[in-house]
């Protein structure tokens, strides 16, 4: 059986973007055919996006024999990725969620392979291949920190989420939630996925789902980035020889910064630092099902010193 | 169909206020407050401060200080000009072991042409009396051979002398024949007769 889903579009990009991947979507869901909705996300604080939508894509023109509704959800003028989210989730009318970056261009049948993903309770999201050759970022311990190692992207599990794209069932995700320590960027959906993880659950890309991502829409900011990959680490770091290692590395890396005249290292570090209060409310209460080590690809190989 | 809504989360910090903020931060003042903030994580996370300074002593201890580098780099650079000289010194030393490895070759060549040279003359000795019996032979054999020429010459001289005697006889016989009247104006001549 067909189960609708809610397509979520954070439209923060241009309409030159926007227009060509929603009417790719589109497309695709008149001809699936499962009274799925597309929403809009608008943070521009106006009404300019919504009144696009209506004018571009008219209801009656569009979908004659519609089984889809697109809806625009606007939002107050800079409001970050997880309120965006959290509120779009909230406003979801479907089970299942699809988050999607505005650049993304679905291809055929790429959103069927996810949903039967989805079915089994131990995966707690599915994400199709974004590209040929895709380049997939695993996570990795390395000279007492995290390392985001770039791989191929291969069918399976995989450790790190990108809300780019990816299927999740909407009541967990509310239940979730979403930490807004993380934002803006790739963290919010890596932390999303890493607590699933925690818990046992598993994050698995479906070999027969692709859609196409341009490269141009995975660029990162790399001060924002370093400042999310500490706070990553600091609310998930577990045993007490991994954090000692860790504090000794960003002593390290402090006292070298201060020598070599690296300011970008400390300016990350202190934006870092100064969410502490924050960080140790968002940090998890009780033992985790899975350790942080055996969360890093793979395992726990080369961790021999956590407890 | 297409509707609107709107809602008004709660708003994120300014990211980029904040980073103006510490950038305008001179970079000692930055790193005395990510040390700071170092030491505040290390008391939420391990516990009591006392940690955190334990940390911090392992870690600037194990830090090179700037005279022991000094110190350092001065014995490294004396342990380099050692192992150069003593790199040329063997260098050195190579070089006349191969000289001599070469010199020894080359005598053993030689030797080698030697021992050759004497097994060549001590065959030849070896083979020289049964040269010399063969060569006595020989001398043997060209006497008899000789002998046997001087003989074969002898007859050869006699017949010849006995042909020359025939002939003679046998000319004086066609003389007489042919002219005997001219043969005894010959024996008159020879008489001394007119």
Known sequence: ??????????????????????????????????????????????????????QRFPPPAT????????????????????????????EAAH???????PG???????????????????????????????????????AGALDCAHVAAAAGEFGFLRAAACLVRRDELLARGL??????????????????????????????????????????????????????????????????EHLGALLERTLRAAEEDQRDELVALALALEELPAL??????????????????????GHERQA | MTSTRTVDPALPPDFAVRVQRLEALETRALAARCLAGIGELSEVI???????????????????RPELVEAQRAELLAARREIAEQGAALAAHERAQRAAAERELALQREVEELRRAQEAVAERAAALPEERAALELGRAA??????????????RDWRAAEMRAAASALEGLRFRLLAPELHERVQRWKAGAP
């Not at chain 1, 089970?95 to 970056?101: E, I, K, P, W």
């Not at chain 2, 391990?46 to 090179?64: I, V, Y």
């Open chain 1, 1 to 54: 059986m067909t189960r609708p889903v809610t397509i979520v579009i954070q439209a923060g990009g241009t309409r030159a973007e926007l227009e060509p991947a929603l009417a790719a979507l589109l497309g695709e869901l008149e001809w699936r055919a499962a009274g799925d909705e597309v929403l809009l996300l608008d943070t521009s604080g106006t009404s300019a996006l919504g009144d696009w939508a209506a």
């Open chain 1, 63 to 90: 979908f004659e024999r519609a089984s889809c509704e697109l809806r625009t959800l606007a939002l107050a003028r800079g409001t970050g990725d997880a309120g965006a989210l959290r509120a779009a989730v909230s």
């Open chain 1, 95 to 101: 089970a299942l969620v699809f988050l999607m970056a």
């Open chain 1, 104 to 142: 993304l261009h679905v291809r055929a049948g790429f959103l069927e392979p996810l949903c039967a993903a989805l079915e089994d309770p131990r995966t707690f999201a599915a994400v199709p291949f974004l590209r040929t050759g895709e380049s997939a970022v695993e996570p990795r311990w390395l």
């Open chain 1, 179 to 244: 930490d807004a320590l993380f934002e803006p960027g790739e963290w919010l959906a890596r932390d999303l996925g890493w607590r699933a993880r925690r818990d046992g659950r598993a994050l698995v890309r479906v070999a027969g789902s692709t859609v196409e991502l341009p490269a141009a829409s995975t660029e990162v900011n790399a001060l924002e980035d370093a400042r999310a990959r500490l706070l990553f680490t600091w609310k998930h770091l577990d045993g007490e020889a991994l954090w000692r």
């Open chain 1, 280 to 301: 140790t409310r968002s940090r998890p209460a009780g033992a985790a099902r899975l350790r942080f080590a055996a969360l890093l690809a793979g395992g726990a190989e």
């Open chain 2, 46 to 64: 391990l516990g009591p401060r006392a940690r955190h300074a334990e940390l911090l002593l392992e870690m600037l201890l194990a830090r090179a």
């Open chain 2, 142 to 155: 060209l006497e008899q051979i000789e002998r046997e020429l001087a003989t074969l010459r002898s007859e």
